[in-house]
T-cell receptor
Framework: QKEVEQDPGPLSVPEGAIVSLNCTYSNSAFQYFMWYRQYSRKGPELLMYTYSSGNKEDGRFTAQVDKSSKYISLFIRDSQPSDSATYLCAMSPFSGGYNKLIFGAGTRLAVHP | GAVVSQHPSRVICKSGTSVKIECRSLDFQATTMFWYRQFPKQSLMLMATSNEGSKATYEQGVEKDKFLINHASLTLSTLTVTSAHPEDSSFYIC?????????????FGNGTRLTVT
């Protein structure tokens, strides 16, 4: 079993839809949680990061962490074609801080006009 | 925001040759940088941690003699793939965090696509 599970998709939605992206994990030591966006042939771009449980909102993006269920989510409101990319969740135990990240496989998202 | 620059973005080399990839933090200092590898449609796998002024730390299964890492300054780390073979063809990505900002998250370079023929 992988430490971090993420549905690879692809996920196809119409413009304006609310997108829900999720990851589950097995290591209860994970404390730092991040979401990255990766366009084709580019490096990952940091979208959101949180420490421990709770919600965090930034513009159209909301990140949620439920440590009791070992489940994290990223919501994208009013999705745009420019949001089409691969979304990677990443996490790290307390001892690693934001350093030693374990990534999910990434979910490919396509937002069509 | 923090910018990590990686060069070259793409390189094609012949089997048996060596290739050097540079990773620079442009507007911050990084005592530690990280090198990842990504195969098509797969996730990023940490290869090694580059430490300024000391030896790199390699993840299990990564050959340190094949992937030479040098972290010569607070803004530059290099990865040299020695005696490259076709199976080394991959997308190599470096990352770094601002050493002066406590527990700040990682920022990534744009990656280097290596093709070994």
């Amino acid at each position: 079993q992988k430490e971090v599970e993420q549905d690879p998709g692809p996920l196809s939605v119409p413009e304006g839809a609310i997108v829900s992206l999720n990851c589950t994990y097995s290591n209860s030591a994970f404390q730092y949680f991040m979401w990255y966006r990766q366009y084709s042939r580019k490096g990952p771009e940091l979208l959101m990061y949180t420490y421990s449980s709770g919600n965090k909102e930034d513009g159209r993006f909301t990140a949620q962490v439920d440590k009791s269920s070992k489940y994290i989510s990223l919501f994208i409101r009013d999705s745009q074609p420019s949001d089409s990319a691969t979304y990677l969740c990443a996490m790290s135990p307390f001892s690693g801080g934001y350093n030693k990240l374990i990534f999910g496989a990434g979910t490919r998202l396509a937002v069509h006009p | 925001g923090a910018v990590v620059s990686q060069h070259p973005s793409r390189v094609i080399c012949k089997s048996g040759t060596s290739v050097k990839i540079e990773c620079r933090s442009l507007d911050f200092q990084a005592t530690t940088m990280f090198w990842y590898r990504q195969f098509p449609k797969q996730s990023l796998m940490l290869m090694a941690t580059s430490n300024e002024g000391s030896k790199a730390t390699y993840e299990q299964g990564v050959e340190k003699d094949k992937f030479l890492i040098n972290h010569a300054s607070l803004t530059l780390s290099t990865l040299t793939v020695t005696s490259a073979h076709p199976e080394d063809s991959s997308f190599y990505i470096c990352s770094a965090r601002d050493s002066r900002q406590g527990n700040s998250p990682l920022h990534f370079g744009n990656g280097t696509r290596l093709t070994v023929t």
